[in-house]
C-alpha cells in the first residue's frame, strides 16, 4: 500500500487556486482517460468522482481507490469508440450501425423504421455530449453548456424503453463521472490531440 498525499477537489479550490492550476489539473484529468484509449487498454477506473483524485503541491495529479475497476470486453469498447468517434464525424450511417452493433437499435429495418425519434434524439443528445471534441479547447466553466447537459439528462429519463449492453453503464459512469469533475473544477483544456486520439483508435479498432 503507497501513501498519496493532496488536497481533494473542495479543498483543492478552497486554496483559491489561480486559473493556470486549474487548467492543469483539468488537462491532466482528461488526459488520464484518452491516455488509456491511445494505449488500448480495455481495464479501466470506473469510479471517477472528486474523492478519488488528489491535487499535489508538486502538479501532479494523485488517483486513489482502485476498488470499482472495469474490465471491458474488447468488442464492446472497440464498438464504444467507433460510435463515439463518428458522432464527432457527424457520420449518421456509422452512428446507427454503432447503435445497433451495441444493442441500442434493433438491427431489423422494419423495426429501425419505428425507432426513428429514439434515433434523432441519441444522435442529437450524444453530439452535445461530445461537443468538446469539435474544437481545438473547451470550457468546463460554461454555463451553457451546465445547463444543456442537465435538460438533455432529464430528457433521457422520458425514454423508458432505451435497451444497450449492461457494460454500458460503466461507460456512463466514466464520462459523466469526468464531466461532472470537470465541471466542477471549470478549466479550459485542449481536446484537439484527445480528437485525433478518439479518431485514430476507431479507426484501428475497424470491424
Known sequence: MTYVDGLHLNTFLATDPTQERIDHFGQLLWDFIHDQVERRIYTFHADIHPGNFLFRDDDRLGIIDYGCV???????????????????????????????????????PKKQKKQGELFDFLREFSCFVLSPYQND?????????RHQLNHYLSAVIGWRDIRAS??????????????????????????????EILL????TRAR
Do not use: W
Not at 464498438?79 to 457527424?90: E, G, K, Q, S, Y
Not at 479547447?137 to 453548456?145: A, V
Open 70 to 108: 472495469k474490465d471491458f470486453p474488447p468488442n464492446f469498447l472497440d464498438a464504444c469508440i467507433r460510435m463515439l468517434a463518428a458522432h464527432v464525424a457527424a457520420d449518421d450511417e456509422a452512428i446507427r450501425a454503432c447503435y445497433c452493433e451495441v444493442g441500442i437499435l434493433d438491427p431489423d
Open 166 to 195: 449492461q457494460h454500458f453503464i460503466f461507460v456512463n459512469r466514466l464520462l459523466f463521472g469526468l464531466y461532472a469533475l470537470l465541471m466542477q473544477l471549470r478549466p479550459r483544456v485542449a481536446t484537439r490531440h484527445s480528437r
Open 200 to 203: 485514430q483508435a476507431a479507426a
Open 137 to 145: 479547447d473547451f470550457d468546463f466553466g460554461d454555463s451553457d453548456f
